[in-house]
């Protein structure tokens, strides 16, 4: 037989294959999806049998993929899942090439796992190895490993094909996955081993954490931190062996990291996030595939990664920690609080130097001085004009600033409160910074200002306790620089 003729009939078999997955896809199945609402019903209820296998298989390795790449991406090795994935093509090639040659069946599934994770464990150690014994950087491990690993992949599959005893039908399905042609036996074998990553997980917890977190402490605390990251990585290749099966060696990394970089837009804390990104992985993954099973022509490995992301991207938007929008109103309000605070201090200023009984002014005392205009509140700061009237609205709704006359502003008894707070805090701080820190008075004003609104009770305690001399509670201790010259030269520049 010729080599035109051979490859003929190699890719004959390759799309015999491949119709014949498409005929099992639960969405294929008879009486999978259906159309209209019905076919939604079947799906999401999980009432045809293959449907149910595919749903509950994904699942579960979303489940586990996402536990178990929580710790990988804390530990900063999130692309290793990558490299890992890639390096298990030679593995899964040269199975099917020696149990071909041996006289067994090359597409034996428990000898194609077991290729891949010989492969992917070969791969793990190179990358530990190039780090640790080497000058290379891991990144460049990584990107070496990744690169030859799927290159002899790839080169060992137009082996296969060329094989006169054998055919290579079938094995493209560990790059892009064969979700739809799942059955219960490989649905059977992700649960078990996504549970038993699941428990390892639980059962070092703590151990795991510390090395996350802090791998130098650990290792100076006695942990034994290569034994910890051989166990993390051995987790890796089980969840990213098994996943094969699903969303193929491509795609798996998605699930190893996408579900962790959501969770930790939710929460800051270890075990939530490792929740979390657990519940994301699954629902995702289910989802994804109940999405294949009513949409035939969209390939289940793609549609579950495209679930996945669509949860990462909605949390990143929307997430109570790190989320975009939650953020921006973090900021705004704070922008807000300042610009508040600022416009409440060049009053009270405005009051220190228009009272004549001092720089403690008081609220019947702050009802005397000549109210401040407008013009004069706008060379304080860099407002502008309307910024200036939203933030005189927003303090007169708040009861801190009254109108008074055509075009002045004056302090209430609550405005005049919060004031002589806000200046006494301001104060402190920069006798501090003059006292310990050398700072010159002409320059101190603006450092200060940086600070003043995030000052707590407890600093405030602490810097009287540090500067003796200042007035204790309650008391505005007097301005360590001429007030008008602090206003002209901090005007600039700041909101």
């Known amino acids: 037989m010729t080599g ?36 939604v019903v079947r799906v999401l209820t999980l009432q045809d049998y293959n449907t149910r296998v595919v749903v509950l298989g994904t699942g579960l390795l979303g489940l586990a993929a996402g536990i178990v790449g929580t710790f990988l991406l804390l530990r ?26 041996a006289g067994a069946s090359g597409k034996s599934l428990g000898i194609l796992l077991a290729g891949a994770v010989t492969t992917g464990v070969l791969g793990v150690g190179t990358i530990l190895f190039l780090r640790h014994y080497t000058r290379l950087k891991e990144d460049t491990a990584l990107g070496v490993v990744l690169s030859v690993f799927f290159g002899a992949g790839v080169a ?53 954490k510390i090395v996350c977190f802090d791998a130098g402490f650990a290792g100076s605390q006695g942990w034994p931190v ?32 996408v579900p962790p970089a959501a969770a ?65 109103l973090a900021q705004r309000r704070l922008a807000r609080r300042i610009a508040r605070q600022n416009l409440l201090r060049a009053l009270y200023e405005w009051s220190e130097e228009h009272v004549p009984s001092g720089p403690s002014v008081t609220a019947s005392e702050a009802a005397r001085h000549p109210p401040m205009p407008t013009d004069a509140l706008l060379a304080e700061r860099s407002w502008s004009p309307m910024q200036l009237r939203q933030q005189l609205r927003a303090a007169q709704r708040e009861g801190c600033v009254v109108p008074e006359g055509e075009n002045g502003w004056r302090l209430t008894p609550q405005g005049l409160g919060e004031a002589q707070r806000l200046v006494r805090n301001h104060r402190l701080w920069e006798t501090f910074l003059i006292h310990f820190a050398d700072v010159a008075p002409s320059h101190v004003d603006r ?27 309650g008391q505005v201790p007097d301005s360590p620089h001429p007030v008008a010259v602090s206003r002209a030269g901090s005007a600039r520049g700041r909101t």
């Open 76 to 101: 900063k090795r999130a692309l290793l899942g990558d490299a890992l994935s890639h390096a298990t093509l030679p593995g899964i090639a040269l199975a099917f090439l020696l149990a071909v040659l």
């Open 447 to 473: 450092d200060a200002d940086a600070i003043e609104h995030v000052l707590s009770p407890e600093m405030i305690r602490q810097l009287e306790d540090l500067l003796d001399a200042v007035p204790r509670a």
């Open 4 to 39: 035109k003729g051979l490859a003929q009939i190699v890719a004959a078999a390759l799309a015999l294959s491949a119709s014949a997955a498409q005929a099992a896809s639960p969405a294929q199945a008879p009486g999978a999806s259906g159309s209209g609402w019905g076919g």
């Open 226 to 257: 290569i034994a910890l990251d051989i166990v993390m990585m051995v987790l890796v290749v089980a969840v990213t062996v098994i996943g094969l099966q699903a969303v193929g060696l491509i795609l798996v990394i998605a699930l190893l990291v």
């Open 156 to 208: 060992l599959l137009g082996v296969v094909q060329k094989m006169q005893t054998g055919h290579a039908a079938g094995l493209e399905s560990f790059i892009y996955g064969k979700t739809a042609s799942m059955i219960s036996s490989d649905a059977l074998l992700i649960g078990v081993s996504g549970l038993l990553a699941t428990l390892v997980c639980v059962l070092l917890y703590k151990e795991f």
């Open 264 to 328: 930790r837009f939710w929460t800051d804390r270890m075990h939530w996030m490792i929740v979390t990104a657990g519940l994301v992985g699954g629902a995702g993954a289910m989802l994804g595939a109940a999405v294949s099973a009513l949409a035939p022509r969209l390939p289940s490995g793609a549609m579950i990664v495209m679930t996945v992301t669509a949860v990462f991207l909605a949390s990143m938007c929307l997430g109570t920690r790190r989320g975009i929008l939650p953020r921006w």
